[in-house]
């Protein structure tokens, strides 16, 4: 069974705190994605990563890194949290962009 | 680069009646369009995906979607829904050789017993 997880389902945080929110996928998938979801948006993409060490920025990047160091981990990284970025974040994993995209539970970040 | 919309925000039908979410995109090059469905409290997951050949798809749970190139369109539709489809529903497009997807706002579907 395919499977993509996250570190954390809820987290909260201080303004001014970095946030690494983890994700890892055990289908050695190439491609893997950050997405940000809220109400009446739909989901943006924050940063996506085609393999190790690579990404390119997607629609939100500012306020954003990501880290990919191996292939089934891929990192959002907040370095400096602030409140406009409390939401939900979804990490996705694919083969090619035409194939489905797995995804993982969400973790919902508050930022007080 | 594509768009996606979803006019319907929210949408409620009582049980067993049929439903159609509506879909529409825009895209200068072929597409690959899909429709994700997220139960509270969960990710997203795949219901259904058009890549070529017939237009109309089938999926899990039986919805369907036709793809109508000159409309622009791939909407969802189920002739008697359940209870348990209670959730939000995604459009999502992507293009020949663009390895990111763009989703569209999301319909709430609401089944009223």
């Known amino acids: 069974d395919v499977k993509v997880t996250q570190s954390s389902r809820y987290l909260v945080k201080r303004t001014g705190e970095k946030v690494f929110l983890e994700c890892v996928q055990d289908m050695d998938h190439e491609n893997m994605f950050w997405y940000r979801q809220d109400p009446g948006l739909g989901l943006r993409l924050i940063y996506f990563?085609?393999?190790?060490?690579?990404?390119e920025k997607g629609d939100i990047p500012e306020g954003y890194s990501v880290s990919r160091e191996k292939k089934e981990r891929f990192s959002l990284i907040l370095e400096s949290a602030s409140t406009n970025q409390t939401s939900m974040y979804l990490c996705?994993?694919?083969?090619?962009?035409?194939?489905?995209?797995?995804f993982g539970p969400g973790t919902r970040l508050t930022v007080l | 680069a594509q768009s996606v919309t979803q006019l319907d925000s929210q949408v409620p039908v009582f049980e067993e009646a049929p439903v159609e979410l509506r879909c529409n995109y825009s895209?200068?090059?072929?597409?690959?369009l899909f429709w994700y469905v997220q139960y509270p409290n969960q990710g997203l997951q795949l219901l259904l995906k058009?890549?070529?050949?017939?237009?109309l798809v089938k999926g899990i749970n039986g919805f369907e979607a036709e793809f109508n190139k000159s409309q622009t369109s791939f909407h969802l539709r189920k002739p008697s829904v359940h209870i348990s489809d209670t959730a939000e529903y995604f459009c999502a497009v992507t293009g020949f050789g663009n390895e990111k997807l763009t989703f569209g706002t999301g319909t709430r579907l609401t089944i009223i017993p």
């Open positions: 990563s085609y393999d190790v060490k690579m990404k």
């Open positions: 996705a994993s694919t083969v090619r962009s035409y194939n489905e995209q797995f």
């Open positions: 895209s200068s090059v072929s597409v690959y």
């Open positions: 058009y890549l070529s050949g017939s237009t």
